[in-house]
C-alpha cells in the first residue's frame, strides 16, 4: 500500500519499525470497544490508521484553527490513540517506546505509562 499520508507520516517522524509496519497493514482508523467489568465499564478505544494518525495529532500537538503547533506539547510524544480524547501516546525519541496514558481537560498533561511496548498494547486490544 503507498497512501500520501505514509509519505507525510515518514517524513515528519521517526517513527518505530513495527509502528510503521502497523500503518501500513491499517490504513483506517481501528474502533475497539472494551469491557472492564472490574469498574463496571465499557467503552470505545480509537486507534489511528495512517489516513487518521496526522488528523489524530489536532488538538494534543498540533492546532488546525490557527495552524500552529502546540508549544506546551512534549514534540516526542505521537499520538497513536484516544479514548474519549484522552491521548495515548508513544515517545519516539526512544527506541523501544511504552505507551503512555493521560486524562484531557486536567490542565496540564500528566502521562502514565499504559503499556510497557506497542506490542503490548497491540496484543490487549487484540490487534496484531
Not at 517524513?11 to 510503521?20: A, G, H, N
Not at 497493514?25 to 490508521?49: F, K, P, R
Request: net charge negative; with cysteine.
Amino acid at each position: 500500500m503507498q497512501l500520501k499520508e505514509m509519505d507525510e507520516i515518514c517524513s515528519r517522524w521517526s517513527l518505530p519499525k513495527d509502528y510503521i509496519e502497523f500503518l501500513f497493514n491499517h490504513e483506517n482508523n481501528l474502533y475497539v470497544n472494551v469491557d472492564d467489568e472490574d469498574e463496571d465499564l465499557s467503552y470505545e478505544i480509537e486507534i489511528y490508521g495512517a489516513k487518521g494518525l496526522l488528523v489524530g495529532q489536532y488538538g494534543y500537538s498540533y492546532n488546525p484553527v490557527h495552524k500552529a503547533v502546540i508549544e506546551d506539547w512534549n514534540p516526542n510524544y505521537v499520538v497513536i490513540a484516544n479514548c474519549n480524547a484522552d491521548p495515548y501516546c508513544i515517545d519516539i525519541s526512544m527506541d523501544k517506546s511504552p505507551v503512555y496514558y493521560a486524562v484531557h481537560g486536567e490542565g496540564e498533561w500528566e502521562f502514565e505509562k499504559d503499556s510497557e511496548s506497542l506490542e503490548e498494547f497491540f496484543e490487549f486490544f487484540g490487534i496484531r
